[in-house]
């Protein structure tokens, strides 16, 4: 069974540009849970998506969003990058989160802003 | 206030040595789910456990072995001989499911940085 797949691993963006990063989960998994990892911020959560629907948002600014398609493949989206921007962001797929099924992560996309 | 904390910021240990990871959470919900991730260089969260609130038995797995204890809001791990693949970040994290798992997130500690020397 193939785990979480997140493409690209490497991004270089200048200030004010715009990126898309893709999510792939695994097989059946309905929800998708996205984060940032920061050295000084730690793991943070972003949103989750389940069966194409938003269910819930951390404390990010709008300039983060997020979708997710009916194959439950998800997209996030950054506008408007700032330098702070530079993390390793993270995509989990999950099974049932309603009965706290463990989520497994990808291996991240590693977004450098310059 | 932070939710999972983990006082350990960083552990150096000598190969063959036990180790504890100590983790504390802070929860108003009576159900909830707790889990370990390890996290190596290459970057990816690799999933070790995971306990719900209702079950506090003990868990071991091979040199892994948990202790949940919920007077204490306490989610320990302790890696037995430990050897140099270990080293790693590990981290503690928290799911609350209040609104019917439609709250859905994990609220992760801030890690603790592993290394074992040969």
């Known amino acids: 069974k193939a785990g979480v797949t997140q493409t690209p691993r490497y991004l270089i963006k200048t200030r004010g540009q715009q990126v898309t990063l893709s999510c792939s989960p695994i097989?059946?998994?309905?929800?998708v849970s996205w984060y940032q990892q920061t050295p000084g911020q730690g793991l943070q959560f972003l949103f989750e998506y389940f069966s194409e629907t938003q269910r819930n948002k951390g404390n990010f600014p709008g300039r983060f969003s997020g979708r997710q398609f009916s194959n439950s493949r998800s997209e996030m989206n950054v506008s408007t990058l700032e330098l702070g921007d530079s993390a390793l962001y993270l995509c989990?797929?999950?099974?049932?989160?309603?009965?706290?099924?463990?989520?497994?992560f990808g291996q991240g996309t590693r977004l450098t802003v310059v | 206030a932070q939710k999972v904390t983990q006082a350990q910021t960083e552990i150096s240990v000598v190969e063959k040595e036990d180790v504890t990871l100590d983790c504390v959470y802070e929860?108003?919900?009576?159900?909830?789910?707790l889990f370990w991730y390890k996290q190596p260089p290459s970057g990816e969260l690799v999933f070790l456990i995971r306990r719900n609130s209702f079950d506090e038995q003990n868990e071991i797995s091979g040199r892994y072995s948990w202790n949940f204890q919920k007077s204490t809001s306490s989610f320990n791990f302790t890696i037995t001989a430990s050897q140099v693949v270990d080293s790693a970040v590990y981290f503690c994290?928290?799911?609350?499911?209040?609104?019917?798992?439609?709250?859905?997130?994990?609220?992760f500690g801030k890690g603790t940085l592993l290394t074992v020397n040969p």
């Open positions: 989990a797929s999950s099974l049932d989160p309603g009965r706290g099924t463990e989520a497994f």
């Open positions: 097989s059946g998994h309905r929800s």
């Open positions: 929860t108003r919900d009576t159900t909830y789910y």
């Open positions: 994290a928290l799911s609350e499911l209040s609104g019917g798992g439609s709250n859905y997130k994990l609220t």
